[in-house]
């Protein structure tokens, strides 16, 4: 299948930017690798038809100072990033920062390859807002205990910690945390967190300490 997008891959892990050069030669795509965000920084400018496929966590500068840097100097380039460690609150702030899109660790080929089509096909914008308006719908059907858990979940929090702020049982926690999955239609903790920034926009201050601050979810003490 032939392909004109380039991608650039970062990641410290040389095993694994074999496998995944592998990967995405064989569906088409013509690959760049680099070891660390200053080897790509360093190669700047690039390809109009790109994409960047980088890990979240490196030594040195790490995925979201990669995309901090990129908007610092007017780079505007589709973004996937990767993580193994289900570091949701890192995720979240990657997705602030910029990302187009997150998976976890071990990729899945087709998951990979949709996520890279959906990110790289012109008008994205128009279908960000589309999609805008069904996360809020979805959201209005949240109660306030499962918008409270879905804030502890965007915290990046253990269920226990959620339990012990909310001053609920870890169950209790459990069953509220299945309840937004199935209500905010997401199939795992990726897609919920692809949600995330969409969900920081249309949600409203919880309290004026909030809503000065800026924050649009209940901060929970570490």
Not at 11 to 16: G, I, P, R, T, Y
Not at 93 to 99: L, T, V, W, Y
Request: aromatic share 4%.
């Amino acid at each position: 299948m032939a392909n004109d997008l380039t991608i650039h891959l970062v990641d410290d892990e040389e095993s694994f930017r074999r496998s995944l050069t592998f990967l995405l030669v064989s569906a088409g795509f013509a690959v760049r690798t680099h070891s660390s965000a200053k080897a790509f920084l360093d190669l700047l400018p690039v390809s109009e038809k790109s994409c960047l496929i980088t890990d979240l966590r490196m030594p040195g500068i790490d995925g979201i100072e990669l995309l901090e840097r990129l908007r610092h100097v007017g780079v505007d380039i589709p973004t996937i990033v990767i993580s193994g460690h289900g570091d949701i609150a890192a995720a979240v702030q990657a997705m602030k920062a910029g990302a187009s899109d997150f998976l976890e660790k071990p990729l899945r080929e087709e998951t990979l390859i949709s996520a890279i089509n959906r990110v790289t096909t012109p008008k994205r914008s128009s279908r960000a807002a589309a999609g805008s308006e069904t996360v809020a719908a979805r959201l209005r059907q949240l109660t306030d205990r499962e918008q409270q858990v879905l804030a502890g979940v965007l915290d990046g929090l253990q269920n226990k910690m959620i339990a012990y702020h909310l001053g609920i049982s870890s169950r209790t926690v459990e069953v509220h945390r299945a309840n937004v999955m199935a209500k905010m239609g997401a199939r795992n903790l990726a897609e919920l967190m692809r949600m995330a920034a969409t969900i920081e926009a249309l949600a409203q201050p919880v309290s004026d300490e909030n809503a000065r601050s800026g924050r649009v979810w209940p901060t929970y003490a570490r």
